[in-house]
């Protein structure tokens, strides 16, 4: 369509409403194709939003996976330590509490230095956030209480498993 022609269809067009019903008001009018460019604009948007949920959600997969093999590590290596603390009297809950422990303070540690880094590096990542502002409340309330919550499941499975650990058993293993 010539240049001319969308202004002229334009203002024919917001005549004939006006002569039908002047009552009607046009609030935005626009071709076909600027309505398709805004589209694809949001689009696109919205699959960079979907990667990053994807890719996020990958993320916390990782960690959880990578604190859980941390910590069963850190509980087999220690299955005689925790059978001689066992058979001198020490509870499961006390064993259990030891290894959640452990495992809070490496949280604490991580969410810490990770709310840090966060906090250095949002100044820099609010370019490409939408309605978000860099040190985003909700963000930084939402994102450490996930990740705390995942980290202890993934240290609470290897703990459970610690507190039952059969002291005559474990005082065999080498």
Known sequence: ?????????????????RDVDPSLAIISLRTFQQHLDANIQLWIVRAGAALFSIFGLLALGLAIVG?????????????R????????????????????????????CGIGLGLLLAMGTAKIL?????????LDPI?????????????????????RRASHVDPIVALRTE
């Open 126 to 134: 609010s370019r490409i956030l939408y309605q978000v502002g860099a």
């Open 139 to 159: 963000a930084f309330t939402v994102a450490p209480l996930v990740l705390a919550a995942a980290a202890l499941v993934a240290t609470w499975l290897p703990a």
């Open 1 to 17: 369509m010539p240049v001319g022609t969308e202004a002229a269809t334009a203002d024919l067009l917001r005549r004939t409403v």
């Open 67 to 79: 604190l859980y093999g941390v910590k069963a590590y850190s509980v087999a290596r220690r299955t």
């Open 81 to 108: 330590e925790i059978g001689i603390r066992m058979a001198l009297g020490a509870e499961r809950s006390r064993v259990l509490h030891m290894i959640m422990l452990e495992g809070s303070i490496m949280l604490l």
